[in-house]
């Protein structure tokens, strides 16, 4: 690599995304591609900066995103990317132009690595003729759900769902992928159709296709999208295995709920989180909170802020919290996730089905309870509960009855005991992909091969 280093290009300028679901596998890919060698510089916007003290080994810029001070909200994620795509490609555009005047020939870079979110990026290496990378931190499906077409008749958009024929196999295809409605392209507010269109161009220019996930979670879905791009689909995931030890939580975590994990029995405990984003009322908070109490499993819950719209929830608990859970609970703002998954305490994970809590639980073994709330946490709980079978979804209104029997059913049951078994199943199938001669392993290898070869000026 010295060598390589001296003649060819090894800088990576990476474009995050600034919420804590890409932050995290972004700075994990980070990471990886700079112990493959890379020299590392990470681009983001100023709202939600990551903290640059946790990773020396980076240079980190922000630049700017105009967002009205403090007004970004996560209930229009829409009109967010929207603003950042808009705002950012001139910033980043100088910014790039400043770096190549000053490269010289031991530190040049080898191409633009940006969320697929930042689609913006793709245009800004097209114009500076470098090579542009679009990462997925959601599922490969993802990319299929949401890719839509321009129509040339100014009619909308066509998905690329509704162009896959009927036989088409892929890992969703005996399941609900016709279903998934709030991810097709019919009755799209323009701005989402426009969003989506956008994105998908990004990835039809992009030089590779970079996707946190591996190989035998999605391997039809993936040869799909490989016909439909000509860029090259890297599956190199999970990202937070190839990365241990890295933070880039923007909320402290609070390592006290470990010491309460020591104290719990073998897979008794279930851990409740909901993410960075999604948010529920306040009926829905207490009839969580009361299937969980009355469940009589120890539970282990993430009330982050923001978690309970326009409350401090933690505040809405009733007194006799305390009194009626005592050790049993154990309730914290936010936790160090990967850790509580890996504890042997941890027996069941309640989830929203973010695409990074998913892995996670997958890498772990942790079968999950799944309430997804939005967007491709529906494709995550499908995934979970249809596919892979190790899980099962809580639907309809949040009813602390249903929400206890559910907990139990995971926790004691003998159906809840045979997803643990096929979670464990998969954790091992993951540990073989991470393996010399896995496939994650090789993939990594391809790619940072690519990198070092496709800046030819
Ligand atoms: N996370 C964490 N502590 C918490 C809750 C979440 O560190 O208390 C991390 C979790 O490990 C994951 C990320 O935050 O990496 C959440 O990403 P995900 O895709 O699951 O959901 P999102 O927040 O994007 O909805």
Redo the contacts with the bound molecule.
């Keep these: 690599m010295e060598n390589q280093r001296e003649q060819r290009c090894s800088r990576l300028v990476f474009v995050l995304y600034p919420?804590?679901?890409?932050i995290?596998?972004m700075l994990q890919l980070a990471t990886i591609m700079y112990s493959k060698g890379f020299s590392i510089t990470i681009v983001h916007p100023q709202f939600n900066s990551p903290d640059p003290s946790k990773h020396p080994q980076f240079t980190f810029t922000p630049i700017s995103d105009d967002l009205s001070q403090g007004k970004v909200s996560t209930s229009d994620l829409f009109g967010t990317i929207s603003a950042l795509n808009r705002n950012c490609e001139e910033p980043l555009k100088e910014y790039i132009e400043k770096m190549l005047k000053a490269e010289d020939t031991h530190d040049r870079i080898a191409c633009i690595i940006y969320d697929g979110l930042m689609f913006f990026a793709q245009s800004v290496a097209d114009r500076l003729k470098l090579p542009g990378m679009s990462v997925r931190?959601s599922a490969a499906a993802s990319i299929l759900a949401y890719a839509v077409f321009r129509r040339h008749d100014e009619q909308g958009y066509i998905s690329f769902l509704d162009l896959m024929s009927k036989d088409q196999e892929t890992e969703l295809q005996p399941l609900r992928l016709k279903d998934l409605v709030m991810l097709r392209s019919q009755n799209v507010p323009e701005l989402i159709g426009e969003l989506r269109a956008n994105l998908t161009d990004s990835v039809k220019k992009s030089s590779a296709i970079i996707v946190n996930t591996m190989d035998f979670l999605e391997q039809n879905v993936v040869k799909q999208i490989q016909g439909l791009f000509p860029a090259f689909v890297f599956t190199i995931g999970p990202f937070?295995k190839l990365a241990p030890n890295i933070s880039s939580?923007l909320l402290k975590?609070d390592t006290n709920c470990i010491s309460w994990l020591d104290r719990q029995a073998p897979n008794s405990v279930i851990y409740v989180?909901f993410?960075?984003?999604?948010s529920m009322d306040e009926k829905e908070f207490l009839e969580t909170y009361w299937g969980l109490a009355n469940s009589d499993q120890p539970f282990l819950w993430?009330v982050?802020p923001g978690l309970v719209r326009g409350s401090k929830s933690v505040e809405l608990l009733p007194k006799s919290f305390e009194e009626r859970v005592g050790d049993k609970g154990c309730i914290?703002e936010?936790?160090?996730?990967?850790e509580v998954l890996a504890h042997g305490a941890v027996g069941g994970f309640w989830?929203?089905c973010?695409?990074?809590?998913?892995l996670?639980s997958i890498c772990e073994g942790v079968p999950m309870l799944c309430r997804p709330f939005f967007g491709d946490?529906c494709l995550n709980a499908i995934y979970v509960c249809d596919v892979w079978k190790v899980g099962l979804e809580l639907e309809n209104e949040l009813e602390k009855g249903n929400i206890e029997k559910a907990v139990r059913t995971l926790m004691v049951n003998t159906e809840g005991n045979e997803m643990r078994k096929r979670a464990m199943h998969l954790k091992e199938k993951v540990n073989l992909s991470l393996r010399q001669g896995g496939s994650c392993y090789n993939s990594l290898n391809e790619l940072a091969e690519q990198m070092l070869s496709l800046r030819s000026n």
């Design positions: 919420f804590q679901g890409h995290n596998p931190t937070h939580s975590e989180s993410g960075s984003i999604a993430v982050r914290v936010w936790a160090p996730q990967l989830s929203h973010g695409w990074n809590s998913t996670e946490q």
